[in-house]
C-alpha cells in the first residue's frame, strides 16, 4: 500500500502478455491469410450463400398471372372462336394477333382425300416416271403395275415417255377369263377368295355369277403365280446377212473389274450402274435370250459365226430378239442385277468352240 492507500502494483502484472490461446488463434489467422486460404474459403461460402438464396427466391415468390394481363388459355380460345364465328378480326393487330398478346395465326389447310374408284383407269407415263413412283401415285402395288401391263413384267426397267398403263383400283391381279375359267379356278389360280371377286363392285357380278370368255376381272388382293422362264434358242441356220465376228473383241462397257477370270469363275466380271448400255463385243447374230433365277438373271448370247460366242449376263433390259444380226459395238441391252448376284455388274464370258475361254486373251 501507498502512503495514500492506493494499491502497490506488481512490475508482473504490467508487463503481462495474454493469454497463450489467444496469440496462437492470431498466428493462425496471419497464416491463413497470407496464403490465400481464408480468401478463398470466404468467396466460396458468399458464392454458396448468394446460389441458395437464388433458390430459395424462385421457389417462394409465385407471380400472380393477371400481373402482366394475359388471358388464360380459356378465354383466349373463347376470343378466337367469336371472332372466328362474327367474321371479324381481333383488335390490335393481323394475322391473329390480340391487342396485349401474341397467339398463333389459323393456317387454312386442305386435305383431298384418295377419291375411290372401282374401274381400271390408264395413266400415260410422263417424264421422270418409274414403276415405283407410279405405283404409289395411284396407291397400289409395284406388282400389280407389272402384272397388269404385258410384257412389262419382264422389263420393268424398260418404260419410256407416252406408253400407256392400266392402273387398277386397289393391289391385285387383272384377270382375262379363258375356256375353262370358273370362279373357283380364278380363286386358287390366285390364292384369294371366291368371295373376294364376287363381292368387289368392279367386277359388277350377281347372283347367280357367270363368267364369260374374255371378260375382265379384279382379283383384289391376288397374287399371280411364278412361271418358270426357259430360254429361247435360235435353231435355224444363220440367218441371211449376219454379221460375222473378227475374232477381236471389244469391252461390252466400261466399268471396273471385280472379279477376273478364273477356274471357278470362267468369266469377268465388270462393275457398272445399273442401266449401263451394254454392246456387242463383236458382231454377229442373237442365239440365246434368256432367263435363269439362280444363275445368269437376264442374258444374250451371241453367235459370231467364227467358232466365238459371247454372254452378257445379270441384265436389266434386253433389246435384241433371237436371230437378230448386231454389229460390233450396238447396244443389245442395259446391265443390271438379276440372276444369282450380289451387285450391279455385268458378267462377260467368251467361248471358243464351246470352251469358256480368258476373256483378258481376246479383248482389245
Given amino acids: 500500500m501507498t502512503a ?34 481464408l480468401s478463398r474459403f470466404v468467396l466460396h461460402g458468399c458464392f454458396l450463400a448468394m446460389l441458395l438464396a437464388g433458390i430459395w427466391l424462385s421457389r417462394a415468390v409465385v407471380l400472380p398471372q393477371n400481373v402482366f394481363h394475359l ?130 363392285e368392279g367386277n359388277y357380278l350377281q347372283e347367280p355369277y357367270t363368267i364369260t370368255v374374255g371378260q375382265k376381272l379384279i382379283v383384289p388382293g391376288g397374287r399371280k403365280p411364278y412361271q418358270v422362264r426357259h430360254v429361247v434358242a435360235w435353231s435355224g441356220p444363220i440367218p441371211q446377212g449376219a454379221k460375222r465376228g473378227t475374232g477381236v473383241f471389244g469391252w461390252p462397257v466400261s466399268g471396273y473389274i471385280t472379279q477376273r477370270y478364273s477356274e471357278v469363275h470362267p468369266a469377268v466380271d465388270i462393275g457398272v450402274p445399273e442401266g449401263t448400255p451394254v454392246k456387242a463385243a463383236d458382231s454377229g447374230y442373237v442365239a440365246v435370250v434368256g432367263r435363269s433365277d439362280t444363275g445368269y438373271g437376264r442374258y444374250v448370247l451371241i453367235d459370231h459365226g467364227n467358232g466365238f460366242q459371247t454372254v452378257y449376263a445379270h441384265l436389266s433390259v434386253i433389246y435384241v430378239e433371237v436371230g437378230q444380226s448386231v454389229g460390233k459395238g450396238q447396244t443389245i441391252g442395259l446391265s443390271g442385277n438379276t440372276g444369282k448376284s450380289t451387285g450391279p455388274h455385268l458378267h462377260f464370258e467368251i467361248k471358243l468352240n464351246g470352251v469358256r475361254r480368258n476373256p483378258f486373251i481376246y479383248l482389245k
Fill in 4 to 37: 495514500d492507500g492506493d494499491p502497490v502494483s506488481s512490475s508482473n502484472e504490467s508487463d503481462a502478455s495474454p493469454p497463450t490461446a489467444w496469440i496462437r488463434l492470431r498466428m493462425l489467422w496471419g497464416q491463413l491469410w497470407q496464403t490465400g486460404l
Fill in 71 to 200: 388471358p388464360t388459355i380459356a378465354a383466349q380460345t373463347a376470343r378466337q372462336e367469336e371472332s372466328v364465328s362474327l367474321g371479324t378480326v381481333s383488335p390490335g393487330g393481323t394475322g391473329g394477333e390480340e391487342a396485349d398478346v401474341l397467339v398463333c395465326a389459323v393456317v387454312p389447310h386442305t386435305t383431298i382425300p384418295r377419291r375411290y374408284r372401282i374401274d381400271p383407269i390408264t395413266y400415260t407415263v410422263e417424264a421422270g416416271d418409274n414403276v415405283s413412283t407410279i405405283a404409289e401415285k395411284f396407291g397400289v402395288s409395284v406388282e400389280t403395275i407389272l402384272w397388269a401391263n404385258g410384257n412389262l413384267e419382264d422389263n420393268p426397267d424398260y418404260l419410256q415417255v407416252g406408253d400407256i398403263l392400266i392402273i387398277l383400283p386397289v393391289s391385285g391381279v387383272y384377270h382375262t377369263v379363258a375356256k375353262g375359267d370358273t370362279l373357283e379356278s380364278i380363286a386358287q389360280k390366285y390364292k384369294v377368295r371366291v368371295e373376294d371377286i364376287t363381292s368387289y
